[in-house]
């Protein structure tokens, strides 16, 4: 079975700490998608390709430029993949990401009637759409619960001692085992916020560090 993955981790506890403590920071940035009236499967799903790779203060801000421009699969599918590779510019890989939320658009107003489906295995199957955004996409739109692991929940929880996996997708199998479902939408939403302020990927600041009572602080070598 890929990854481990302890049972007797007070995960409880240790989230409300983490909760309490994201509280100042910037949601993640596809429930700023959300909060900012873009909460259908279909932007959920563009804006998750949009991020892939590239961070929230940029792909937010992209995404919020193409769904001003094209707010529907329809505008969306009608835009020359020029002029959207134009308004993404920013993202990283925008050209292919260009024409992959095109397709999405297209496939969404042909196939589905201009309304995605909430079913995960669905959405994998357009190009660009790993189960982190099909995931995220259908907790989000559909209150549906889905793991999304993108490299900080991947980091933290392995950091932790929560789970030992070798890769995101491993994670998300050892998460599905041990975390309640009751997170599964949330740990995302409290995790990268808690990732890249707190826990960060070099020298993380541990010592002041609400949760460093219950942290193995695996791999960790140097800290703040
Ligand atoms: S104690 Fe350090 S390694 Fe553990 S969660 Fe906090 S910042 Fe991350």
Known sequence: MPGSASTTFPIDRVL???RA??????DAAMFELAAAGYRTVFHQLVGCVLSIRTRDEVSLPAALRLFARAPTPDALAALPPRTIDRLVHDVTFH????????????RTVDEFGGTLPCDPAILTTFAGVGPKCANLAFGIACG???ISVDVHVWR???RWGFIAAATPEQA?????????RRYWVEINRLLVPFGKHI???LRPRCSTCPVLAWCAQVGVTEHR
């Open 199 to 201: 826990c960060t990927g």
């Open 21 to 26: 403590a994201v509280q100042r920071f910037a």
């Open 144 to 146: 549906g619960a889905g």
């Open 172 to 180: 998300m199998s050892a998460l599905e085992r041990v975390l309640p």
């Open 95 to 106: 050209a292919r990401k260009a024409r992959q939320v095109r397709d999405i658009a297209r």
């Open 156 to 158: 933290v929880t392995n």
């Open 16 to 18: 409300d700490h983490v």
